[in-house]
């Protein structure tokens, strides 16, 4: 009777075990006899938690429950919720003076460094914008290619090709024109001056001031002046530099011409992903028509330009005003700058035009200036149509903006900038004011 009650007894104490009593370990010597390893385990664990012989327990610096709630801080409220290592400790207050100046001691000095960084690279920032807005300007050349089955890189190449190929006819055609017109004036120049002291207005003049005697006096000093002398060398150093620098910077500005048009849909895509993920199809809308109204911009003052340059070109030809060919390069350039440009080109090819006579300026001034109008009025409503639409008073003010700031480079961008402006104020500051 006995044996069968502490049977029941010792089956009550684990119901739920399927082993009979016998199965289980009498105690933990037995067990790690029979699983060696996990107790060698177990007996490691044990010893790495223990703490090292003399080792002191490291102080945390905190502050208390109370302070933090009455601070916001979450730290103390809950034991449950602290990091596996302790507890942060406390974050200084951003009303604090401290942080507060420390903090704006750090934005002054960015702001600084980057007015630093802006001053120093000036001209690479201009040939950055440059390059962009021509790879800008190709964009729509390319896409329309890619539409024709051409792929990509083909269409990149041929669009660089015909880009390069004005720019090396323009500096082939000005360069050994102004090689002969510095030869003539070189080999005029004693001759002109020689009439000039044989005339009988220059003997008068002799006569009354000592003209020869005083110019004499000064010839010499001036050569014999070594400040006046090495001045002249120095201007001559000085304009080979800029030719040098304008070759470069052109080269420069093509060569990131051709990596942003290579680059342009990543650029764009990984611009895109900059934004919300919200908001990020609204932002890809809005920089596309930008873009897109940027290129149509581009090609279509491209065109408007060389039509103007191909009338010049003719008109001159026929008057028979001298280098026609390096004027109409002139005026092609000119005229990419927007509303001023054309009556800068039409006022450079009349100067130049005086020197074969008054009837030659004056064809060339009435046929050139009546086809403005006629392009005003009829050639850029209708190439710009699929551009950008910026109000007559707006495309003033932004093109005289731009050119004081940036030049030329500021003069072209002056409308596309404010065409973008403009859309960006439609489409979102007033669609914004609509729904309050």
């Known amino acids: 009777m006995t044996d069968k009650t502490d049977e029941t007894s010792a089956a009550g104490e684990n119901p739920g075990s399927s082993q009979p009593p016998s199965a289980a370990p009498s105690s933990p010597a037995a067990a790690r006899r029979k699983n060696p390893a996990a107790a060698a385990l177990g007996l490691l664990v044990h010893r790495l938690r223990q703490p090292l012989p003399g080792a002191q327990p490291r102080l945390r610096f905190e502050m208390p429950p109370e302070y933090s709630r009455q601070n916001g801080d979450e730290s103390g409220l809950d034991s449950e919720v602290q990091p596996q290592f302790g507890s942060p400790g406390p974050r200084i207050s951003p009303q604090h003076p401290l942080y507060m100046g420390f903090m704006g001691a750090v934005g002054v000095g960015l702001a600084l460094l980057v007015y630093w960084i802006g001053s120093n690279t000036t001209q690479l920032l201009l040939w950055i914008v440059a390059a962009l807005f021509i790879a800008l300007g190709l964009e729509p050349v390319v896409g329309w290619l890619e539409s024709r089955k051409i792929p990509r890189p083909a269409g990149i190449l041929v669009s660089v090709t015909v880009l390069v190929s004005a720019v090396v006819g323009f500096f082939a055609t000005l360069i050994p024109t102004i090689v002969e017109q510095v030869t003539q004036i070189v080999e005029q120049a004693p001759v002109w001056i020689r009439d000039f002291i044989d005339s009988d207005f220059f003997r008068s003049l002799d006569d009354q001031f000592g003209v020869r005697e005083r110019v004499t006096e000064e010839l ?14 120095g201007g001559v150093v000085g304009f080979g530099s800029t030719v040098a620098n304008g070759l470069f910077g052109t080269l420069i500005v093509l060569v990131l011409s051709l990596y942003f048009l290579a680059a342009l849909p990543a650029m764009k895509k990984w611009g895109y992903r900059l934004a919300p993920r919200s908001r990020r199809h609204r932002v890809e809308a809005l920089s596309e028509e930008i873009t897109r109204s940027v290129g149509n911009y581009v090609i279509g003052q491209a065109v408007v330009a060389l039509l103007n340059a191909t009338f010049a070109f003719i008109v001159m030809s026929i008057v028979g005003i001298p280098f026609a060919l390096l004027l109409a390069f002139v005026v092609a350039l000119l005229a990419f700058i927007p509303l001023v440009g054309g009556m800068i080109a039409g006022v450079v090819v009349l100067l130049v035009s005086l020197t074969e006579g008054w009837q030659a300026a ?10 403005l109008q ?26 005289i903006a731009g050119g004081s700031l940036l030049g030329v480079l500021g003069a072209l961008i002056a409308i596309p900038t404010a065409a973008a402006v403009l859309l960006l104020i439609r489409e979102i500051y007033i669609v914004r004011q609509d729904q309050h």
Do not use: H, L, T, W
């Open 362 to 371: 004056a064809v060339y001034g009435i046929c050139y200036f009546s086809y």
């Open 374 to 399: 006629f392009e005003a009025y009829f050639i850029s409503p209708r190439i710009m149509q699929k551009a950008v639409a910026v109000p007559g008073a707006v495309a003033v003010i932004s093109v």
């Open 220 to 233: 010499d000093k001036f050569v014999n002046d070594p400040a006046a002398m090495g001045g002249i060398f």
